[in-house]
């Protein structure tokens, strides 16, 4: 089992910025694929960024292309999603999640695990 733990969230004003960061224990014996999904009140969950085990490749969702980056830093177990010039329409709970098949995508059914989610309110 592996557990996720995400943190950073909280209230910003749009144009600002917030890092969010993931940590993960437990039984981490093999690479993993990690993304960030997101879910607003009264919508599915929607798939964010994801990033390779290498960190060298990495995919967005088109409506946060050019504003968020996701990173990671295997030595700590921790990934991280940079989220530049936020919006209004980014306010959700966002969540981490690994990949035990470390092949990117974007579909949620292809995740093992899950953080417990943190939210990020974006105030016009």
């Known amino acids: 089992q592996v557990q996720l733990v995400e943190s950073g969230g909280g209230l910003v004003q749009a144009g600002g910025s917030l890092r969010l960061s993931c940590i993960a224990s437990?039984?981490?014996?093999?690479?993993?694929?990690m993304g960030w999904f997101r879910q607003a009140p009264g919508k599915e969950r929607e798939f964010v960024a994801t990033?390779?085990?290498?960190?060298?490749?990495?995919h967005y969702a088109d409506s946060v292309t050019g504003r968020f980056t996701i990173s990671r830093d295997n030595a700590k177990n921790t990934v991280f999603l940079q989220m530049n010039n936020l919006k209004p329409e980014d306010t959700a709970v966002y969540y981490c999640?690994?990949?035990?098949?470390?092949?990117?995508?974007?579909?949620?059914?292809?995740?093992?695990?899950w953080g417990q989610g943190t939210q990020v309110t974006v105030s016009s």
């Open positions: 437990g039984r981490i014996f093999s690479p993993y694929v």
């Open positions: 990033i390779t085990w290498s960190g060298h490749g990495t």
């Open positions: 999640a690994a990949d035990r098949a470390n092949v990117p995508t974007m579909r949620i059914s292809d995740y093992d695990y």
